[in-house]
């Protein structure tokens, strides 16, 4: 069973300049899960969909983020324009509820220069 | 004062050696605990997950919790040089970690000496 897909692996951009990331969950997978890992940090939530709705983004920057889930199977999370302290790896979860084990996709780093 | 705390080392071990990694906790609202294995440009992958107190055991693993001292623990026992990546522990109120939440801790770097 294929695992949880992240594109791109890595991103470099310049300061102000848009980026976006792009997810697709586990086969099945109804809740999906942004998070944010700094280096030498744990991840920390940002966003998290129940098919199509985003039930949890308490923790999204909502000025310069944003995040889709459209059909409730793939999501994009954008950063527009990106400073230079969202340098950091960007990771999607996946599971079938919100009561079940969260699985990891590799993240996307992003260097903002 | 962060709701988890952990070491984050390095620690360096000779293969072999039994590995104890540990967390603290100040929440007493956690009920679940998970050990997540991170290896070097790699998402984390699910090791151990425990509920409430007690010991979890699955091959060389062994997860204990302790919530009267708030304080969670994970052993590795035969440790291989496989073993080095970063160890992340994580809890949460609810099953899953989904409705409220998984706070992390910062992660400890393992490194098994061949």
């Known amino acids: 069973e294929a695992g949880v897909v992240q594109s791109p692996r890595y991103k470099i951009i310049e300061k102000k300049q848009p980026v976006a990331f792009w997810c697709n969950p586990i086969?099945?997978?109804?809740?999906l899960y942004w998070y944010l890992q700094n280096l030498g940090q744990g991840p920390e939530l940002l966003i998290r969909?129940?098919?199509?709705?985003?039930?949890?983004d308490s923790q999204l920057p909502k000025d310069r983020f944003s995040a889709e889930r459209l059909k409730g199977v793939d999501s994009t999370l954008k950063i527009q324009p990106a400073e230079l302290g969202d340098s950091a790896v960007y990771l999607c979860?996946?599971?079938?509820?919100?009561?079940?084990?969260?699985?990891f996709g590799p993240g996307t780093r992003l260097t903002v220069l | 004062q962060k709701e988890v705390e952990q070491d984050p080392g390095p620690l360096s071990v000779p293969e072999g050696a039994i590995v104890s990694l540990n967390c603290t906790y100040s929440?007493?609202?956690?009920?679940?605990f998970m050990w997540y294995r991170q290896y070097s440009r790699k998402g984390p992958e699910l090791l151990m997950y425990?509920?409430?107190?007690g010991n979890k055991e699955d091959g060389r693993f062994t997860a204990q919790v302790d919530k009267s001292s708030k304080y969670i623990s994970l052993f590795i026992r035969d440790s291989q040089p496989s073993d080095s990546a970063t160890y992340l522990c994580?809890?949460?109120?609810?099953?899953?970690?989904?409705?409220?939440?998984?706070?992390f801790g910062k992660g400890t770097h393992l490194i098994i000496q061949p």
């Open positions: 979860a996946s599971s079938f509820g919100e009561r079940d084990t969260q699985y």
């Open positions: 086969s099945g997978h109804n809740t």
């Open positions: 994580a809890m949460s109120g609810r099953s899953g970690g989904g409705a409220d939440g998984l706070t």
């Open positions: 969909y129940e098919n199509e709705e985003a039930v949890d």
């Open positions: 929440n007493s609202a956690f009920q679940y």
């Open positions: 425990t509920y409430s107190s």
